[in-house]
């Protein structure tokens, strides 16, 4: 009977911890790996970065040349399920697929005016300095947006090798899921 007593503790006191961790990681913290070179040189390819979660828990709108963690499924709307299955704890149980989170950095907030020409950036009408970029933007001819309410729109630092939103669009705020710690 002492064994089952035992037992018992031990597997509610495992049971309190995955909970436990599965909430930081959902709602607080969690960390995750670089996949790709789209934010050379800041983030390097396998390298592994720690990012806030109270961003999006408490929907802030992230400030400019914040790095963020998105959800690219722009058209996807977002549920608490999938905070769930993004949780890192639970996607080791699952078939999760983590491809569709990318790293990127803020570059305009709603309201904003982007503007691409002669290979440099202008927000509301302003050249962005950004010192922290891979190397001279090619941007292929002038382009222009302007940032829907409730979205933001993200580049990467190797702008002349990263999926962002000059691809999938605008992102919506519920899908900046967090904001790089460190």
């Known amino acids: 009977m002492n064994f089952l007593k035992q037992l018992w503790s031990w597997f509610g006191s ?36 720690y990012v806030s979660k109270l961003s999006h828990t408490f929907n802030y709108e992230p400030n400019y040349e914040d790095i963020v963690i998105i959800d690219s499924r722009v058209d996807l709307k977002r549920t ?25 950095r803020v570059i305009g907030k709603p309201g904003d005016h982007l503007e691409m020409k002669d290979d440099k950036l202008y927000r509301n009408g302003q050249l962005l300095e950004e010192p922290y970029l891979n190397e001279a933007m090619r941007a292929n001819g002038n382009k222009e947006w302007t940032v829907p309410e409730d979205h933001v729109f993200v580049m990467g630092d190797n702008r002349n090798n990263s999926m962002d939103s000059r691809v999938i669009g605008y992102v919506p705020l519920d899908h900046v899921l967090g904001k790089k710690l460190f």
């Not at 608490?80 to 990127?104: E, Q």
């Open 14 to 49: 495992i049971a309190i911890s995955f909970v436990l961790v599965v909430f930081l990681g959902v709602f607080v913290f969690q960390s995750t790996k670089v996949m790709g070179h789209s934010m050379d040189p800041t983030l390097h390819d396998s390298q592994r970065v």
């Open 80 to 104: 608490f399920k999938n905070d769930l299955l993004d949780s890192p704890l639970l996607s080791l149980f699952t078939k999760g697929d983590d491809k569709h989170v990318w790293i990127k």
